[in-house]
């Protein structure tokens, strides 16, 4: 008798798993469990575990889908391709040396870095390092360095997003370690169209990795772009950016060629460390598997949001058909 209750236990835990195959179940960080049924083939509806995310076809100006696209959520250290366009249109010598100070500590979050005060470094090697391996330290000696020192860059850096018509964006460090930084992914959209026009912006967020002297150590140090898609060869990147806080979730977005077309891809408030990543190969799948056919309205839902999040919560989905 005891043996066939251990095989009844048995069969039913198999067939509870195989009845979950399919679903993306995790713990999201504002507490909420999340079951979200996920094509990964690419040949049905598109669905992403990222709270909010936008696809857009530049090449013909074309809104692939949305997904609360017009939420306002803190963005982290997307805030850095603001930060690089800021500095690059102020047309600062690249090669001038800059020293990390204690300044540029991060005390808020006291997050680590491998920038040890005292490490000096030319202001192009801080740019790719704010930019390919998302170095707050590298971030901040950038915004005091700039004329008028980090109240002025960050004047600048909003000063910029309304020049790109940023209407739902604001800026208040130049690290994305302030959760007051936000902007929607609509916004966003605008701010990596902008940013790919730089040519050392493109370079620095698609580097795979470089070696830098850092004070303290006898050996130069390997940092490496904090995107592991760069490294993946089947994927044409133009421009990439991640982006992490406890208030914004995980964050991507990147400027793609998929099917010989520029995508521009945004994921905000992806939860665990995979959810991202597992949404921007679903969403290059389904290109793929989609390309020119036209777009169709298939839905619009408002879906629940974390307590303090914007009261605009209208989701658009937009797919391919």
Same mark, same amino acid.
Not at 63 to 69: D, R, V
């Given at each position: 008798m005891r043996m066939r209750w251990i095989l009844a236990g048995t069969v039913l835990a198999m067939s509870m798993t195989i009845a979950d195959y399919g679903y993306a179940s995790s713990t999201h960080h504002h507490g909420k469990k999340h079951h979200a049924r996920v094509s990964d083939d690419g040949m049905g509806p598109l669905k992403v575990?990222?709270?909010a995310a936008l696809v857009f076809d530049e090449q013909d100006a074309k809104?692939?889908?949305?997904?609360?696209?017009t939420v306002t959520s803190p963005i982290a250290s997307i805030t850095k391709l603001m930060t690089a366009m800021?500095?690059?249109d102020a047309q600062l010598p690249m090669d001038e040396n800059i020293a990390v100070e204690d300044a540029d500590v991060?005390?808020?979050r006291n997050s680590s870095s491998r920038l040890a005060v005292g490490t000096v470094l030319s202001r192009g090697e801080m740019l790719r390092l704010a930019l390919m391996s998302s170095e707050n330290r590298a971030a901040a000696a950038l915004?005091?360095?700039?004329p008028g020192s980090t109240p002025a860059f960050v004047a600048?850096?909003?000063a910029k997003a309304a020049a790109l018509d940023m209407k739902q964006s604001h800026f208040v460090d130049s690290t994305g370690l302030h959760s007051e930084n936000v902007s929607t992914a609509e916004d966003l959209v605008k701010m990596v169209k902008a940013g790919a026009g730089y040519d050392r912006i493109r370079e620095f967020t698609t580097t795979a990795s470089h070696d830098v002297e850092v004070a303290g150590h006898r050996r130069s140090v390997e940092f490496r772009n904090t995107n592991v898609l760069v490294r993946n060869k089947q994927w044409d990147i133009g421009l990439s950016k991640t982006g992490f806080i406890n208030e914004a979730g995980r964050c991507l977005v990147m400027q793609v060629k998929i +099917?010989?077309?520029s995508v521009i891809i945004v994921l905000l408030d992806s939860f665990g460390k995979y959810t991202r990543i597992s949404d921007a190969t679903r969403i290059k799948k389904w290109v793929e598997n989609n390309r020119g056919l036209r777009l169709a309205r298939v839905a619009t839902i408002s879906p629940q949001r974390p +307590?303090?999040?914007s009261t605009n919560t209208n989701t658009n989905l937009l797919a391919l058909r």
């Open positions: 575990g990222s709270s809104l692939l889908y949305a997904k609360n696209s800021v500095v690059l991060d005390t808020l915004a005091r360095t700039y600048a850096m909003n +099917a010989s077309r +307590a303090g999040s």
